[in-house]
């Protein structure tokens, strides 16, 4: 297994992993909170695409999937487009309202472009500083892991809230 092959396959556990906490969700149960201030799923699984999409398009150098194929409309939430979730309020978490199938399909298309750009990359490649704004700049290698982290923690927390929701 290669570079490439190594983070396609931790990448690709993403989608997977929502694919089946999403399954049979309706809208309550992606809008449940089991607090008024805890992450909904549909919250949790739009963030995780989200920034998904932009931190992987800014190191790929490509547009988002979110901007370039439509999914700003059909989600059609109230935030900017450049909206990910990062620091939002909990009356912008609340304001997340998608169906299943909306989250998964915007997910598929994230994760198609991630493939595609995890694909070309050499185990050279994952040296390469993509963000120097830290003490210790950030190479793509570093960045890719915690893109991954971030999103594989999110889906933890997603399906905590709906093993709450299933057994209310």
Known sequence: MNTAELL????????????????GLDEAALTFRPDPGANTIAWLVWHLA??????????????QAWTAEGWSQRLDLPFD???TGYGQSSSE???????????TGYLEAVHR????????????????????????PVTLGVR?????????????????????????
């Open 93 to 103: 978490v609340a304001a997340v309202r998608a169906s299943a199938a909306e989250l």
């Open 8 to 23: 396609i396959e931790a990448y690709s556990r993403v989608p997977d992993e929502a694919a089946r906490i999403l399954d």
């Open 50 to 63: 989200r920034g998904q999409d932009a931190q992987i398009a800014d190191v790929a150098g490509t547009d």
């Open 113 to 136: 472009r991630t493939v595609e750009f995890l694909a070309t990359l050499a185990e050279e490649d994952l040296d390469r500083v993509v963000d120097d704004s830290w003490d210790e």
């Open 81 to 83: 487009t450049s909206a």
């Open 144 to 168: 890719l892991v915690s893109i991954v982290g971030d999103d594989l923690q999110h889906l933890g927390q997603a399906a905590y809230v709906r093993g709450i929701v299933e057994r209310s």
